[in-house]
């Protein structure tokens, strides 16, 4: 794990002299989410998920957060480049579709997880596929 700080740390330096060259503001915005980044990693990286994603009604609850979120953009969302994808909160643009990315990972890992011993029968496999159809929307 350790041995992946260092190409990382290379190019969040790289990327953040490149920026500084672009733009000062840039820089500074740059270097503002780089640390909150590494503050949320810090953060995340102390806490025991095995404890907290062992109560199911969580993790599916999460999931079908989600999917409203992606209901949600898609019948009020603005148009911001050219594309519906975005939900205005405050001074934030906000993409829900990178959450329902942790939310389908999350919830494939807990419905796999209890089908382990029947995950190559068909009803399986295709009600896998419904939970991703369910977050293409």
């Excluded at 060259?21 to 915005?29: D, M, P, R, V």
Aim: zero cysteines; proline letters at 3%; hydrophobic letters at 60%.
């Amino acid at each position: 794990m350790k041995s992946i700080f260092l190409p990382v740390g290379f190019i969040l330096v790289f990327g953040l002299i490149i920026l500084s060259s672009i733009s000062y503001n840039l820089f500074l915005l740059q270097l503002v989410w780089l640390l909150f980044g590494i503050l949320f990693f810090i953060v995340f990286a102390n806490i025991d998920w095995r404890s907290l994603f062992n109560y199911r009604w969580l993790s599916w609850g999460f999931y079908l957060f989600t999917i409203f979120l992606l209901l949600v953009v898609y019948l009020t969302g603005p148009t911001i480049r050219g594309t519906r994808g975005w939900l205005i909160v405050g001074p934030f643009n906000f993409q829900p579709v990178e959450l329902v990315k942790i939310a389908l990972i999350i919830a494939y890992a807990q419905y796999f997880s209890r089908r382990h011993l029947i995950i190559a029968r068909w009803k399986t496999i295709l009600t896998s596929f419904i939970l991703f159809k369910n977050s293409l929307a």
